[in-house]
C-alpha cells in the first residue's frame, strides 16, 4: 500500500501513514491495523457504528485504532473494515463505521497479536497538503 509503511520498532511495530486527508489519515491507519491483525477472508458484513470525542486529534486516532483491536482481540469479532464517516478537527470528534462478519470469530484468522496502540511519539502532522503520522503498537 502506496501511503502505509510498516517498520521495526524494538519488540513492538510500527506503521507510517500518509494522506491527503485527515480522515484518510484514519483509514488508512486503521487498514493497517486490520491488515497486520487478520487474514482476510470473504464473507458477509454487518455495519456498526461508533463515535469517539478526545482532548487531541493523537488522542483520537490512539483510541480509534484501539477501538478496532478491542472489536478483534475482545469481542472476538472478524472486522474487515473501519471507515470514517465524519471527523471534526476542531472538537476531536469522529463518527466511523465498522464491518463485522457475523459468521465468524476473529479467532480463527488472527495473524498477530496486537495488545495495543501506544503514545511514543505519536503526532499528527500536516506538511503542505499531506497529513502523516507514525503508530507504534504493543505487540
Known amino acids: 500500500m502506496k501511503n502505509i509503511k510498516i517498520f521495526s520498532h524494538t519488540a513492538d511495530i510500527g506503521i507510517e501513514v500518509r494522506s491527503k486527508s485527515l480522515a ?17 477472508s470473504r464473507g458477509s458484513c454487518v455495519r456498526r457504528h461508533i463515535r469517539l470525542k478526545a482532548a487531541s486529534l493523537e ?7 484501539n477501538e478496532i483491536l478491542y472489536y478483534i482481540f475482545v469481542k472476538k469479532c472478524y ?13 476531536n470528534r469522529l463518527e466511523a463505521a465498522i464491518y463485522v462478519d457475523p459468521q465468524k470469530t476473529a479467532g480463527d484468522y ?18 503542505l497538503k499531506v497529513y502523516k503520522t507514525r503508530i507504534v503498537i504493543d505487540a
Request: proline share 0%; glycine share 6%.
Open 24 to 40: 484518510g489519515i484514519f483509514n488508512n491507519a486503521g487498514r493497517a491495523v486490520i491488515g497486520l491483525a487478520i487474514r482476510k
Open 59 to 65: 488522542e483520537l486516532l490512539h483510541d480509534f485504532l
Open 79 to 91: 472486522l474487515k473494515s473501519a471507515v470514517v464517516e465524519k471527523i471534526n478537527e476542531a472538537k
Open 110 to 127: 488472527i495473524k498477530e497479536e496486537l495488545k495495543s496502540v501506544t503514545y511514543h511519539n505519536l503526532v499528527i502532522q500536516k506538511n
